[in-house]
């Protein structure tokens, strides 16, 4: 008798301080309180290590001549044109262009760091 009574108190307790959950968002842009865009945007600059200042295309190595010799060579020949099919190699970039259903495709690869890049141009 003294453990049925013990354990009727016990589910009369648990079942007293059960709720259902809810979740509710912070970010606004998933239906959050829009109050909250000013301080996660502070939060998040406040977080961010990087600056403009800090950026630095000779970092890249072979990558910041891309828009001066395989870039430049697209751009003349997209006007009336496409790209030259097959592989080629400048420096110590290699890059690949061939047609697919998805549009124009050009894979290129840095032979020295092992770096893989790949640009589609859709069919227009």
Known sequence: ?????IILIFSICSSGFA??????????AFGGDPFNYTWMLNSANAQNPFSE?????EQFGDFANFD????????????????EIG???NGNLEYEV????QGLVIN??????????QIIIPNG
């Open 1 to 5: 008798m003294k453990q049925l009574i």
């Open 19 to 28: 709720q259902q959950l809810t979740y509710t968002p912070k970010n606004p």
């Open 53 to 57: 200042d800090q950026f630095d295309v």
């Open 68 to 83: 001066n010799t395989f870039g430049n060579q697209f751009t003349n020949q997209f006007g009336t044109q496409t790209p």
């Open 87 to 89: 592989t080629s190699r």
């Open 98 to 101: 061939y047609e697919s259903t």
């Open 108 to 117: 290129i690869l840095d032979i020295t760091t092992g770096e893989y890049t």
